[in-house]
DNA sequence: TTGTAAGCGTTATCAC
DNA sequence: GTGATAACGCTTACAA
């Protein structure tokens, strides 16, 4: 068992100095042929590689990129997560994961565990219990100390920093259109508290679909789940709110749900209550994960391109990490001017499967 | 925009030399009360922390364990990760993660990149296409170097470490079991090829258990499915597979698949032809993901108990972590003498839903 | 009680 | 063409 390889032990060993070593091991040309040569023999005899945490050190940059995200065990965040690897690693860098379990604490304890030092900067997306406290300080905290952060998917306007997002409300737009075409005349919404960002766009979103086409909204065709209550591991109590749903709604034609698990949860009972689908009620979706796929009837879902939100956010951060090297003290011609964030918005898609017409 | 504070500035800005600002920091009873309240309080106001890099040099360890998976998009992966984060954050570890996608090559680079310096040992679990090619020098090589390993789920005996596993085996005989104890006469399996490990412990489960009850194997009702061809996208595909099979073979009673995708789509195909589950044919999955629990009807599964297995690795890989710092060099009495290695199995358990009698 | 210096592994600058 | 030195931020023996 011999541990790594230092540059001072090659020195050694070649009995030269460890700059030499250095510079013969980066081509300099400094270096004559010879020594060159041989260094670079030993150094791959013994596979040398320099040892990353002295570059970071010295470079005081560390090529990795935090990722803080509420929950890994979710489609959409694995989805992610897989695209911000993949770029990341194409333009050398690695990723460092933390959980916030949808925890303010936990979400501060792990920003400051990576802030100092063991990153470059954030990828992450707000927990729900930071979302209803909106309290938004770290992340302030955070970027004045001159970490840069891209926030997808939850994020929120409090914050100044680049964000990447689904287009929640013309996605929930595009959904309920197609209910409305598709002959549907009473749509319920199954969506979440307002709290939750997204829930809520979907929301108005499919407000604004109803209205543009001389529907009026009726309030009891819109169910709102408390997911504080943890319906992940509760599906009964969730089913059985569903149920009493469509008992005092008989008239649903159709059913638009923010995420999969209402969805298909709506298509469960309505089964169980006779209702066939799609003949009696279309369902549509949001969030194209696995359960909308494999479901019987497979579920017409709006996706959200997780991977993709991944890749573009970590080209944002990556191409901003770059741009310091390039401008390291940005100034300002006044202190109003700021450095200008960008918001990129992904195009949702409806995949059609066989929960509608 | 201030860059995070370090203990030089400190120790400028309050006219004292840095060692005593570490110390004060440290509450050394070297250094005088005042002086060390004045630095405190100086620290906290401008909320002072030391920097990761730096101490991870110095102490030539990170705090920080290096997950190489497969693929993150799995539900198993993913509560293996949430089982690892939970006890390395609780033990004051990072984690950060890298994705070989199932390919050698990845495997290779990813492990290079990180055992350079980032990390303090790995947790991981081995990719189909190294299982192929049974290249297994690499992990050795990462363990030569002074860097443990713990592997899980995808292990291999070639390579000597502490290992957590799933008694795939046992498993199966289990679930086998208790087809035939529900009546099952004619038990089909529906399984991938052999060279991943456990997919053949799982085949060997099966055969066991039909054996241990004198019932003659009948490799008619074996159906092996090629997963290199990527079936998660190409359900087509798998479902006519299937379907041939069922039609070839019309007798069968039951159904073990060695995942969960697999199970569903046997169910799927076989209601598709008019079978009734559980009435004419029962299934059982390996692998509790959400599908089994959304599936109409839900499916019968054998728990593998992700996050326990991620927990346990963590557990593992930070006690040697830890035990090396007690004793740092450890001696062998002689050179045939090893330190052992850890095996643990997590044992599955049967979640029984609709599709099972 | 405080400060100096060495060292973790590297690279860049400058001197020989 | 090669080597000594400083620096990244921190801790710790040792000196004052």
Redesign the interface.
């Known amino acids: ?4 390889i230092t540059l001072k032990q090659i020195a050694k060993e070649l009995d030269v100095s460890v700059s030499t070593v250095s510079k013969a091991l980066s081509n300099s040309k400094e270096i004559s042929e010879d020594t060159t040569q041989k260094i670079q023999a030993f150094a791959k005899l013994y ?1 040398y ?6 570059l ?2 010295k470079n005081r940059k ?1 090529k ?1 990129i935090g990722i803080l995200i509420p929950e ?4 959409f965040f ?2 992610v ?2 695209g911000i ?1 993949r770029v990341a ?1 194409r333009r050398g860098y ?6 916030s379990n949808e925890s303010f604490t936990k979400e501060i304890i ?1 920003m ?7 990153i470059d900067g954030f990828i992450l997306s707000i927990s729900k219990e930071t979302l209803l406290k909106q309290d938004y300080h770290h992340f302030n ?1 955070t970027i ?3 970490m840069p952060i891209v926030m997808f998917d939850r994020v929120v306007d409090e914050v100044d920093c680049d964000k990447v997002i689904v287009d929640d409300f013309n996605g929930a737009v595009k959904a309920v259109k197609k209910l409305i075409g598709n002959g549907c005349k009473h749509i319920a919404l199954i969506t979440t508290l307002d709290y939750v960002s997204v829930g809520k766009l979907r929301t108005q979103g499919y407000l604004e679909a109803l209205q543009s086409n001389g529907i009026e909204a009726d309030s009891n065709l819109i169910l709102k789940i408390d997911d504080s209550l943890d319906v992940e591991n509760n ?1 009964d109590v969730l089913e059985a709110e569903i149920a009493q749903f469509f008992k005092s709604n008989p008239n649903i034609h159709g059913v638009f749900a923010v995420n999969e ?1 209402y969805a ?2 709506a298509m ?1 009972v309505a ?1 169980k209550l006779g209702l066939k689908i799609p003949d009696d009620v279309q369902v549509i979706g949001f969030t194209d ?3 909308s ?4 009837p497979s579920l017409t879902t709006v996706s959200q391109h997780g991977q993709k939100i991944g890749e573009q956010s970590a080209n944002l951060l990556i191409d901003r990490l770059e741009a310091e090297d390039t401008q390291p003290e940005q100034y300002f011609t006044n202190n109003e001017q700021k450095r200008d964030f960008i918001k990129l918005v992904i195009e949702t898609e409806i995949i059609e499967r066989e929960s509608t017409k």
């Open positions: 068992m011999k541990r790594k596979n590689k320099p040892n990353n945490i002295a970071s050190l560390t990795t890994i065990v979710h489609h694995s989805t997560i897989r690897e690693n690695n990723v460092i994961v933390g959980l792990n400051e565990m990576l802030a100092n030092g063991s905290a004045n100390q001159g599906l698990l298909v949860s469960k089964r994960g696995v359960l796929k494999h479901a019987t």
